[in-house]
């Protein structure tokens, strides 16, 4: 059996765009008869499969062939439909907080989104009720303005003494780098008044943690819709029983990049629109005047760390509206990585729950690693891998206590597992035309 | 055909479609379910909690907590209390403070609790680190627990009853329904039978129970899901609905994918069972009406028999989401039509057994108990899945006879 390629492949098709046609047919026909060496030159549209077909041919019929797949739409439809109502009512009083979030909205059209010490006087003069008080007692109890009171060196010190603990030295000693860090960004904060911005009031951090549950639940959606994306472009063919027709000659192969491309694509359109939806819902659902605009490092908001109550200190300034967007960005990032490694895996494989168990197989032992291992080393080493991101989304962009060890963690491991994933994808894509009988 | 024959082919059928359940990558993707939920299972047991052996805790005094295992507290708490009077004689700053036993060292923090100062933290630090302190800590507990009153404990269950009934916080609120007064009536007249098992034996169960229960159902779904397209992608449905025999082995088909999935539901039952089983070992045959907490199971029984209670529960629960996801799924024409339906779909059962039926299984703090206060609420429910099922691929399989030429 020989290669694909060698002697047995079938004429070359790649030119020029064509003006002479000569049917493929035909042209073996004159090399069968040995007259291969005055065979003119084959000039077909370039790129093209048969000679009928041009490249954005392929590229809109393997378009409308996922476009026209209406399980791929329902199921979109049905996420949609959950993100939108777990948002809803997680805005309408689900938790029981729709109160507070009414007051607060009150609150910041009357008295300003400022929390200063004319806001709280104000504060103190409206009438008593239920949610002034707690208003009032979570302003008194959250860090001063400029989050006066807390120190980030010793809070590094504190996660460093941890480390230590444990037996990581080198750990320890970048974690007091990184609070050498964070104390600039801490210092330009309360210079540029960034810390007294009301933004939910008392529910800011509440807010935060279930619109950090909702964009897992977003993230999990998008691996999940993109890997089935992509290996219903991969593997479609098989449905049909039109591998064996397609990988039967090398412009048939050719069409694997294609197929590639256009699922890579849809999956990461159909990301867009549940993005789209998200954003659209909370937009819709949190409406407090100064919220979107108001500083995500605000002392409003605070974290429950080992090392006590810290504040949300990300590494450059974010509105809540432009740290929602830079989550969605990463989420597709996160969604990218894992169709480009859902296409290793149909290429590899060549069978479409195989591929899709390996897929969710590697997220379920990546999540579990991130959820059940403590020691601090291994964690990091384990960490190499897309689902660290989504484990650590509450604090997305942030310092992240012992979770991280770098600026910008979280970007940059999802930026390698997509970089990783993609040599992972070429590498199967060679592997593809290089195989003998798939 | 006999009858004989007729009973032969339906077991060769049958024995034929339990092969192509159990295949290779099915049973391999079960079986990475089994191993992630494995992870949930060992994280939500508390049986070590903070290096304390609950078991050997709850074992110590007996199944029963009678006047017997009442003396036997009352004179292990007085040994407890000569051991931390011998520790405090060594301790020369408790000496300076005047604490030689017990009595004194409380004496001596309350005043200083209701003088507002601190502790001193050298005789703290000491007395915490002290094995005969935790000791008179543990006796005392079950004294202060078991020793209350058959009104008092009628109380504090009633007030537990109105908090999952009526979300209030105390008693009285309201009527409650008779199914649980009767149940709390019944477990007051077993007064002199409660065991003094810890709290953290019963959340294990509970806990670590309701991931088992999520684990067999999701496991029995990824093994039932593919056998009826993977037919339709082998062309084998269109033969199947060929002639009159064909679509009436639609029920032995049926019958070896709910069987498949009880199977899985009692392997990943038993697996539990047999893990809990030998780590509770000491205490399998105590009651879990336990005098050390205040959360009523709708049942009596033992630990052994509510292990079991667990596995025959996971098999029901298996049996109904397959067949109820497999309805739905019926056979796609391909494995991503199948996936994209089965994906949401097991999420959605996820979601039910791990918010509505797994949480507090046959207790009180059940969601679905709370709504439906009858004992067994759970099993009801999931037994009314496995109807529905039932009725719906009966239907499926009656029409599917008649019909001339059928979709799917």
């Not at chain 2, 004689?89 to 030689?100: D, F, K, N, Q």
Request: hydrophobic letters at 50%; charged letters at 15%.
């Amino acid at each position: 059996m020989t290669r694909h390629g060698t002697s047995a492949s079938p004429p070359r098709t790649a030119g020029t765009v064509g003006t002479a046609r000569i049917s493929v047919a035909k042209a073996r026909n004159a090399g069968a008869k040995g007259r291969a060496a005055r065979l003119p030159r084959i000039r077909v549209r370039k790129d093209t499969a048969s000679g009928d077909a041009t490249r954005a041919d392929v590229y809109r019929w393997e378009l409308r062939k996922i476009v026209r797949f209406p399980a791929l739409w329902a199921l979109l439809a049905l996420c949609l439909a959950l993100n939108s109502w777990a948002i809803l009512s997680s805005a309408g009083g689900l938790s029981g907080w729709r109160s507070d979030l009414a007051y607060t909205a009150q609150v910041a059209q009357r008295l300003g989104t400022t929390v200063d010490d004319r806001f709280v006087a104000a504060l103190e003069a409206e009438p008593v009720s239920d949610e002034r008080d707690g208003l009032l007692h979570y302003i008194q109890s959250a860090l001063g303005p400029g989050y006066a009171g807390w120190d980030p060196i010793a809070a590094g010190d504190r996660y460093a003494a941890k480390l230590n603990d444990q037996g990581h030295p080198h750990l320890a000693l970048q974690m007091q780098i990184k609070a050498q860090w964070i104390q600039p960004r801490a210092e330009h904060l309360a210079s540029a008044g960034l810390t007294n911005d009301l933004l939910a009031g008392r529910v800011t951090t509440l807010m935060h943690s279930v619109n950090a549950t909702l964009i897992q639940v977003l993230l999990l959606e998008g691996m999940v819709l993109g890997s089935l994306i992509v290996l219903y472009a991969v593997c479609g063919e098989r449905f049909h029983r039109m591998t064996a027709l397609t990988n039967a000659s090398r412009a048939g192969r050719r069409l694997m990049t294609r197929k590639l491309i256009v699922g890579i694509g849809c999956a990461l359109a159909a990301y867009t629109i549940l993005a789209a939806g998200f954003a659209i819902a909370s937009l819709l659902s949190f409406r407090i005047p100064g919220l979107w605009s108001g500083n995500v490092s605000s002392r409003m908001f605070g974290m429950a760390t080992d090392a006590g109550l810290q504040p949300f200190i990300t590494w450059t300034d974010f509105t809540m509206g432009g740290y929602l967007l830079a989550m969605l960005a990463l989420g597709a990032l996160f969604t990218l990585a894992f169709t480009l490694f859902a296409g290793a895996l149909g290429m590899a494989l060549g069978n479409v729950l195989a591929a899709f168990g390996g897929v969710m197989g590697f997220a379920a032992a990546g999540l579990i690693a991130m959820m059940f291992v403590s020691d601090a080393l291994a964690y990091q080493l384990l960490g190499l891998q897309p689902m660290y991101a989504l484990a650590n989304a509450n604090a997305w962009f942030s310092d992240m206590g012992t979770h991280a060890v770098i600026p910008w963690q979280e970007t940059v491991v999802t930026l390698i597992s997509a970089i990783y994933f993609a040599i992972a994808l070429i590498v199967a894509r060679k592997a593809y035309s290089r195989k003998d009988l798939t | 055909m006999t009858r004989t024959t007729n009973w032969r082919t339906t077991w060769r059928v049958f024995r034929a479609e339990m092969g192509k359940i159990w295949r290779p990558l099915p049973l391999l993707g079960t079986l990475a379910v089994l191993i992630v939920g494995s992870f949930f299972i060992v994280n939500f047991t508390y049986l070590h909690n903070g290096g304390e052996d609950v078991v050997a805790q709850s074992a110590e005094f007996g199944p029963v907590y009678d006047a017997k295992a009442q003396q036997t507290v009352q004179a292990e708490l007085d040994k407890a209390r000569a051991a931390f009077a011998a520790d405090m004689a060594v301790s020369t700053r408790a000496t300076e403070l005047g604490i030689t036993d017990y009595a004194a060292y409380e004496a001596w923090t309350d005043r200083m609790y209701s003088e507002g100062k601190d502790t001193d933290p050298t005789v703290t630090n000491y007395v915490l680190g002290l094995a005969s302190y935790r000791r008179i800590n543990g006796l005392e507990l079950i004294q202060s627990q078991a020793g209350i009153s058959p009104d008092a404990l009628r109380s504090q269950l009633l007030g537990q009853a109105c908090y999952d009934f009526r979300n209030a916080d105390d008693y009285p609120c309201g009527t409650l329904p008779a199914t649980v007064t009767a149940r709390i009536d019944d477990i007051i007249s077993h007064y002199n039978q409660r065991s003094i098992l810890q709290y953290n034996v019963v959340m294990t169960l509970q806990d670590s129970g309701k991931w088992m229960l999520l684990t067999a159902a999701l496991c029995a779904m990824i093994l039932t899901a593919f056998p009826l397209t993977r037919d339709r992608q082998l062309r084998m449905t269109a033969v199947q609905w060929a002639s009159r025999t064909g679509r009436g082995i639609r029920s032995t088909q049926v019958l070896a994918i709910g069987i498949s999935a009880a199977l899985v539901g009692l392997i990943v039952g038993t697996l539990w069972n047999v893990w809990l089983g030998a780590q509770m070992r000491p205490i399998l045959g105590y009651g879990i009406d336990s005098a050390m907490y205040r959360d009523p199971a709708w049942f009596d029984g033992t630990i052994l028999q509510w292990l079991v209670a667990y596995t025959l529960t996971a098999m029901l629960a298996a049996a109904a989401c397959s067949l109820i996801t497999v309805w739905i799924v019926k056979a796609q024409s391909n494995g991503i039509r199948m996936l994209l339906i089965t994906v949401p779909l097991a999420a959605a059962m996820a979601c039910l057994i791990n918010f509505v039926i797994g949480p507090y299984l046959y207790h009180f703090s059940n969601p679905l108990g709370g709504r439906i206060p009858v004992p067994g609420a759970e099993a009801m429910a999931l037994t009314a899945m496995l109807a529905l099922a039932a009725a719906l691929w009966t239907v499926s399989a009656r029409r599917i006879r008649h019909c001339e030429l059928p979709n799917d």
